[in-house]
């Protein structure tokens, strides 16, 4: 009987928990280690971060899923791993603070970021001055900020809405732009837009950019980028832009950063949200006496290494399309994989920039919902070969990788929108592609519309049904 | 880049939307059944 430990269970790890379970659960054991009893879902975090969707919408317990998927849940988080043949074990602990060890013969990493809002002073929700929408707790707070902002423009007065990235290394932009504009339709529709002026911060090296190097598609004969499609929503819209821009720190009125020159500048505001630099979520790496073996397993910020060519130069690496892991396996240690957030990228899609004075701009490359899904996948799958037949038969790499992005711009039904961004591949690929996108561009495609917000509504719809193993699951793409 | 009026209307207009909503929901069948998907 073979042993399978999960770490975390977001879209990578309870992806890979319910196939796992489905093929493995009854003969083998599958256990997974979660800070919570439930799953949320994410993408749906920017309606709640606006009063229009109840928290509880967004989840279910994990518990009675598990049950039927004979997979084991165990709420805690994981504090050491031992990968050393022989001895392999995961030490959690426990919400009461009891710890647990867990052996395992096969371990998939996919506890997600930690949010690094120590990385800049000023910034996050509890310490610091911002709000966040990258947990649920987080995006209840910044409901409950953003609801008193409102109470503030009904009674006359004028304010500075920021949102965007608080790091010059952040990622995630696409769920800051949905938060942004969802607040814009928001206060249309409760006729206080024009006391709130609304700015989109962002590290990304242009507007549009999200992380993904932006995208360009064949509209009516022309390419059009995703640069000039957001830039016409913003302008559309009246919201203001600030680009390039790696915040320094905040303090209660002020956003300090640093741009692309160089050159320090302030936005000043009432209300931000701004996300973190994810960092790997830290944990003790100990070989069979109790050495310290991270540098086998992750990176300097704590990702976990896979099957990917590490430390290209940008140059190199936007030619080597294989330098991006296919199966997200630890070189070191073979029956260590990574999925999600936790896997280590080997760059970022997006051109890196250093300012004269040091400073890194990067937009991190997205590793999100339906590219977490895939990697949980293809994981999944590749473990149940291992047991089943020795050797894997399954690989996946963000150069080969189909994803579509649904970025909301107003839940409504009846008057909402989304923009919907179908990228294929998301990393380009210029051997397979050699146009100057490095993008399939009968495949990837950029739309604006009502039909947008039906499609994000179906999706929260459609994957609250998957993610809880119900019949047909298998069916709905992740 | 701007948005024509005509594009405005669309984008709002239920009839067409519907239609749109048709073709995006086989665009993506059709991209991940292109993809992968191993």
Not at chain 1, 219 to 244: C, D, L, N, P, T
Not at chain 1, 347 to 367: C, E, F, K, L, M
């Amino acid at each position: 009987m073979a042993k399978v430990v999960i770490l975390g269970a977001g879209f990578a790890g309870h992806t890979a928990a319910l196939y796992l379970g489905s093929r493995l659960g009854k003969d083998h054991e599958v256990t997974v280690v979660n800070r919570y009893d439930y799953f949320g879902f994410v993408p749906s975090w920017v309606w709640v971060g606006v009063g229009h969707m109840a928290p509880e919408k967004t989840t279910f317990k994990l518990r009675p899923v598990y049950d039927r998927m004979h997979v084991r849940l165990v709420v805690g988080k994981a504090t050491e791993i031992h990968p050393d043949v022989g001895d392999q074990y995961v030490i959690a602990e426990k919400e009461g603070g009891e710890t647990v060890r867990l052996d395992y013969d096969y371990l998939v990493v996919a506890t997600g970021p930690k949010l690094n809002f120590a990385g800049t002073p000023g910034l996050g929700p509890g310490s610091g001055y911002t709000y966040s929408i990258c947990t649920l707790p987080h995006a209840v707070q910044a409901r409950d900020k953003y609801l008193e902002v409102v109470e503030r423009l009904k009674r006359g007065e004028r304010l500075r809405i920021v949102i965007g990235t608080g790091h010059g290394g952040a990622t995630c932009q696409g769920a800051g732009f949905e938060y942004l504009i969802n607040i814009h339709k928001d206060l249309v529709k409760k006729g206080l837009r024009e006391r709130a002026s609304l700015t989109w911060l962002s590290n990304e090296p242009a507007l549009g950019d999200f992380g993904v190097g932006g995208v360009w598609v064949r509209q009516k004969g022309r390419f059009v980028s995703s640069e000039e499609f957001i830039r016409a929503i913003f302008e559309e819209y009246g919201i203001a832009w600030e680009v390039q821009r790696a915040v320094q720190r905040v303090d209660e009125k002020v956003i300090y950063w640093e741009d692309r020159d160089g050159r320090y500048g302030e936005t000043p505001y009432d209300f931000a949200m701004l996300i973190p630099q994810f960092t790997g979520v830290p944990m003790k790496y100990l070989g069979k006496n109790g050495e310290d073996v991270a540098a086998k397993l992750t990176n300097k910020a704590g990702f976990i290494l896979t099957d990917g060519i590490y430390g290209l130069p940008y140059e190199e690496l936007v030619k080597t399309p294989d330098a991006w892991p296919a199966v997200y396996q630890n070189p070191s240690y073979p029956n260590i994989f990574a999925a999600g957030i936790a896997f280590a990228p080997p760059g970022p899609i997006s051109v890196p920039h250093v300012t004269p004075n040091g400073t890194a701009i990067v937009a991190t490359a997205p590793r999100t919902g339906m590219v977490s899904g895939i990697i949980g996948r293809v994981v999944a799958l590749n473990i149940v070969d291992l047991i089943m037949r020795g050797r894997m038969t399954h690989r996946e790499r963000m150069t080969e990788m189909f994803a579509s992005c649904i970025a909301s711009m107003g839940d409504s039904l009846w008057d909402g929108a989304a923009v919907v961004i179908n990228v294929y591949p998301v990393v380009p690929d210029r051997t397979r592609y050699p146009n100057e996108t490095g993008r399939d561009l009968g495949i990837t495609y950029m739309e604006m519309g009502l039909s947008g917000a039906w499609m994000k509504r179906m999706i929260h719809e459609t994957f609250m049904w998957k993610l809880q193993g119900r019949p047909g699951w298998t069916i709905i793409p992740e | 880049m701007r948005f024509t009026r005509r594009e405005k209307f669309l984008m709002k207009f239920h009839p067409y939307q519907l239609w749109r909503f048709i073709v995006l929901n086989l665009k993506i069948l059709k991209a991940v059944d292109h993809s992968k998907r191993s």
